[in-house]
């Protein structure tokens, strides 16, 4: 069974600083990949950044870049230079290579506030 | 190009009433996928289609739920019966085709259904 865990349920960061947001996960997949969404408050689901498991390199995408540690099982999304547009919920999510892909396993969230 | 449409953006009902959720995924997106999303909870995967067929129906949370797709496109998912813990967001996501763990689910804006 998959399992994503993200313990922070809030955040705050200052406006122009960087934040990372946690996550971890649980997988006997050999096989998974590992995505970032946001919510603003309108409530649309917006696809950020994403990490494979055989993926050498660190993914980044503009401001995002998502801090993968195979090891640990963690895959913390970092954001540099945080802007007021930033506030919003952040999930972590995984799609495992078992069953043919198509179940994706989503976090509960992390309620991201940036002060100005 | 166009993204996933949801209609109705907004549905009011009354309990014991059947409703209709309509899911417009992007054009050539092999898979479609149905979420429910409770106030300030995570997503809740309910079916994945592949095409027309829908391989994995586990998350549907009773038999008072169904969910078709005709024409590899157009998703409707049913509620029979409507209770008040139906109250929730509805998120459709579809997917292009063979990409793996890698596929990117791209969401629509959601049915936000209240149940009175």
């Known amino acids: 069974a998959q399992k994503i865990t993200q313990t922070q349920p809030g955040m705050f960061v200052q406006e122009k600083e960087a934040v990372t947001l946690d996550c971890t996960y649980d997988?006997?997949?050999?096989?998974?990949?590992l995505f970032w969404y946001k919510q603003p408050s309108s409530g649309e689901m917006i696809f950020l950044i994403y990490?494979?498991?055989?993926?050498?390199q660190n993914a980044t995408e503009g401001r995002y870049s998502l801090n993968f540690q195979k090891a640990r099982k963690s895959a913390n999304l970092v954001i540099s230079a945080s802007q007021l547009g930033d506030s919003a919920m952040y999930f972590c999510?995984?799609?495992?290579?078992?069953?043919?892909?198509?179940?994706?396993?989503f976090g509960t969230g992390t309620k991201l506030q940036v002060i100005p | 190009g166009a993204g996933v449409s949801q209609s109705p953006s907004n549905k009011v009902t009354e309990k014991g009433k059947d409703v209709e959720l309509r899911c417009d995924p992007i054009s050539g997106h092999t898979a479609l996928y149905w979420y429910r999303q409770s106030l300030g909870q995570g997503l809740e995967f309910l079916i994945y289609f592949q095409g027309n067929s829908a391989p994995d129906k586990s998350g549907l949370p009773s038999d008072r739920f169904s969910a078709e797709r005709t024409g590899g496109s157009v998703s409707t998912l049913t509620i029979q019966r409507t209770q008040q813990e139906d109250s929730a967001v509805y998120l459709c996501a579809s997917s292009p085709p063979g990409q793996g763990v890698g596929d990117t689910q791209y969401f629509g804006p959601g049915t936000r259904l209240t149940v009175l």
């Open positions: 997988t006997s997949d050999p096989s998974y990949g």
């Open positions: 990490q494979g498991s055989y993926d050498q």
């Open positions: 999510a995984m799609r495992g290579s078992q069953g043919g892909y198509q179940k994706v396993t």
